[in-house]
C-alpha cells in the first residue's frame, strides 16, 4: 500500500494516455452529479428495497437537471447501501464509497482505458451486491493496478477468460439492467484498485467510516482515468 501515492502520481502523469471508460461524453452538458447522500431528500422518501421505484428516483434526479448521464460517488458517505443484507455484516454500516458510478442506460459500451489482461471475473448475484463484475490488470511505468468495472451484463462474462488480454480502447462489456446487475437502477461502478489482497471477482465498493484512511489509500480517485469535468 506504500505505493499508492505513486500509483495517484502516476496516474496524474498519464491523464492524456487513456481511452474512455464508456461509450458516452462524461464532459458533456447533459452529464450531472448526483448526490446519494442522506441530504437527499427524493431518496430519503423513495422505498429503496424496490428497484423500480428506485430507477424512477434516478430518472427523475436526472430529468430535474436537464440531464441524461449522472456521475459522482468518491468517498461519499451514503445510506442507500442500507437497502441490502449484504452490507449488514458488522456492527458499523459500510457507507462510504470508494468508486465512481456512472448512471446512464443499460446496454451502453464498456471499455478499457489502457491495455490490460483480464484478472478475474464473477456474477456477484446478491441483492444490492455488483451482480456480473470484470477486473482488469494494468501495468504503468512497472507499477501494476486494477479497475474494476460492477453491475454488467451477464453476457458480459460469456467467453472471457482469466489471463485474455483487451488493448487499449476495447470493449469489454456492456452496462446491465436491473434485476441481473444486481438490483440496481442501471450504472457503471468503476473503481481503481492498487491491490488486490487476494481477492479474486469481487472487492470491496464500499466500506465503513472508519476505514476511509485505508481505502482512501488502496483506492485512488477514479476520475484520474476518467478526467470528467463534473467531477
Not at 83 to 100: C, I, K, N, P
Not at 123 to 151: A, K, M, S, W
Request: glycine share 8%.
Amino acid at each position: 500500500m506504500n505505493n499508492t501515492p505513486n500509483l495517484s502520481n502516476l496516474l496524474s502523469r498519464h491523464c492524456h494516455a487513456f481511452a474512455p471508460v464508456l461509450d458516452a461524453d462524461l464532459n458533456a452538458d447533459c452529464v450531472c452529479t448526483l448526490d446519494f447522500s442522506e441530504k437527499n431528500q427524493l431518496l430519503q422518501n423513495t422505498n429503496l428495497q424496490n428497484t423500480d421505484a428506485f430507477n424512477e428516483a434516478v430518472e427523475q434526479m436526472l430529468q430535474e437537471r436537464n440531464a441524461t448521464t449522472g456521475v459522482g460517488g468518491y468517498l461519499e458517505n451514503r445510506f442507500i447501501y442500507r437497502r441490502s443484507r449484504h452490507f449488514d455484516v458488522q456492527a458499523e454500516s459500510r457507507d462510504l464509497h470508494l468508486g465512481v458510478d456512472v448512471w446512464l442506460p443499460a446496454g451502453t459500451a464498456v471499455f478499457t482505458p489502457l491495455d490490460a489482461i483480464v484478472h478475474s471475473f464473477r456474477d456477484n448475484d446478491n441483492f444490492g451486491d455488483y451482480g456480473p463484475t470484470i477486473i482488469l490488470q494494468h501495468e504503468l511505468e512497472g507499477v501494476t493496478f486494477y479497475t474494476l468495472y460492477g453491475h454488467l451484463t451477464r453476457s458480459s462474462l460469456q467467453g472471457l477468460q482469466e489471463g485474455q488480454h483487451f488493448a487499449k480502447g476495447r470493449k469489454i462489456a456492456e452496462v446491465g439492467p436491473y434485476p441481473e446487475n444486481g438490483h440496481w437502477p442501471p450504472h457503471l461502478h468503476f473503481q481503481v484498485i492498487c491491490s488486490m489482497e487476494g481477492k479474486y471477482g469481487d472487492f470491496p465498493g464500499v466500506a465503513t467510516l472508519a476505514e476511509r484512511a485505508k481505502y482512501e489509500q488502496l483506492c485512488p480517485n477514479p476520475n484520474l482515468i476518467l478526467q470528467c469535468r463534473h467531477l
